[in-house]
């Protein structure tokens, strides 16, 4: 089963607009974190946050928490061409043992030249 | 250092069938995940390994096990295969014992079942 609904399903922007995408979940986490993927194909891992943080930044992307409304949220700030493709929330949950992800549904995102 | 090989990277195979995925991890991880990609119900977890043992498991029939070999790569098999199981598969290997850490994940196995 899916942990997180991922707002909105489908974004589409013009490059250099920024683009944000939401994440809500249901259980106690230790981390979240958000990926993306290219065409159906392997995800790469963009950005882990931790349940005591709030905020992180690396490069265009930042992401915030709010464990107390169970949701995340992903800005890619200046977007480019480059950046289209689908991007996921996995949440790595308190009670599940080992490294287990759970995914949403994730969001496709359009980057427009 | 190399990433997460997956093979074969294009399947195809017929009801009733069997089949074998391969994931070889990153040099010095010990976890290994599977998970299984598919239009209508998304990223599913299938099963996670660590150091040869099953440490944790989706919620998927018995038609679908998996190992760990001693130097960490991992196989995932599926039996009597349905049309349904045709996927994006997807291994993701982890550094660390237990959890907060990133998963790298492979380009994945594309299964057709016809």
């Known amino acids: 089963s899916q942990q997180g609904e991922e707002d909105p399903q489908a974004l589409s922007i013009q490059e250099g607009e920024n683009a944000t995408m939401n994440c809500s979940y249901k259980?106690?986490?230790?981390?979240l974190q958000w990926y993306r993927q290219n065409s159906g194909r392997g995800l790469v891992h963009l950005i882990l946050i931790r349940s005591n943080e709030r905020e992180k930044h690396s490069g265009r992307l930042r992401v915030t928490l709010d464990t107390s409304k169970k949701s995340s949220s992903l800005l890619i700030t200046a977007s480019r061409a480059a950046d289209t493709a689908s991007y996921f929330c996995?949440?790595?949950?308190?009670?599940?043992?080992?490294?287990?992800?759970?995914f949403g549904g994730g969001t496709r995102v359009l980057v427009k030249p | 250092k190399a990433g997460v090989t997956q093979t074969p990277r294009y399947l195809i195979k017929t009801r009733g069938q069997q089949v074998t995925l391969s994931c070889s991890p990153i040099s010095g991880h010990r976890s290994v995940s599977w998970y299984q990609q598919t239009p209508g119900q998304g990223l599913q977890f299938l099963f996670e390994?660590?150091?040869?043992?099953?440490?944790n498991k989706g919620n998927f029939p018995g038609r679908f096990s998996g190992r760990q070999f001693s130097n960490s790569r991992s196989e995932m098999n599926v039996s009597t295969l349905e049309l349904g199981d045709s996927a994006l598969y997807l291994c993701?290997?982890?550094?660390?014992?237990?959890?907060?850490?990133?998963?790298?994940f492979g380009q994945g196995t594309r299964l057709t079942v016809v």
């Open positions: 259980t106690s986490i230790n981390n």
């Open positions: 996995a949440t790595d949950e308190r009670e599940a043992a080992g490294n287990k992800l759970t």
């Open positions: 993701a290997s982890s550094s660390d014992t237990g959890s907060g850490t990133e998963a790298f």
């Open positions: 390994y660590f150091s040869e043992t099953q440490r």
